[in-house]
Nanobody, 122 residues
Framework: QVQLVESGGGLVQAGGSLRLSCAASGRTFSNYNMGWFRQAPGKEREFVAGITWSGSSTYYADSVKGRFTISRDNAKNTVYLQMNSLKPEDTAVYLC???????????????WGQGTQVTVSS
């Protein structure tokens, strides 16, 4: 089992920045590829960004490319999502997840956090 706890969400004006953190415990964090997803009210959960177990490769949804950066610190068992130039359409609950696959699909992720709310005002 891997337990994941997100933090860093909040209310920010359009154009602002937030940094989300996801702290992992349980099984060896560095064994897993990590992803950030988001879910807005009435919408399906969608992939935002992913990073391989080593941190050597990353991948982003087109909607956040150039604005968001995913990173990880395996010594601290933590993955981050730096979000810049935020837009009202970025408003959602953001969740981190762990997978033994390199994937953008929700159902390929084995472990999930509870999520942290990000609200971007216009």
């Amino acid at each position: 089992q891997v337990q994941l706890v997100e933090s860093g969400g909040g209310l920010v004006q359009a154009g602002g920045s937030l940094r989300l953190s996801c702290a992992a415990s349980g099984r060896t964090f560095s064994n897993y590829n990590m992803g950030w997803f988001r879910q807005a009210p009435g919408k399906e959960r969608e992939f935002v960004a992913g990073i391989t177990w080593s941190g050597s490769s990353t991948y982003y949804a087109d909607s956040v490319k150039g604005r968001f950066t995913i990173s990880r610190d395996n010594a601290k068992n933590t993955v981050y999502l730096q979000m810049n130039s935020l837009k009202p359409e970025d408003t959602a609950v953001y969740l981190c997840a762990a997978s033994d696959r390199w994937s953008t699909y929700v159902h390929h992720y084995n472990y999930w956090g509870q999520g942290t709310q990000v609200t971007v005002s216009s």
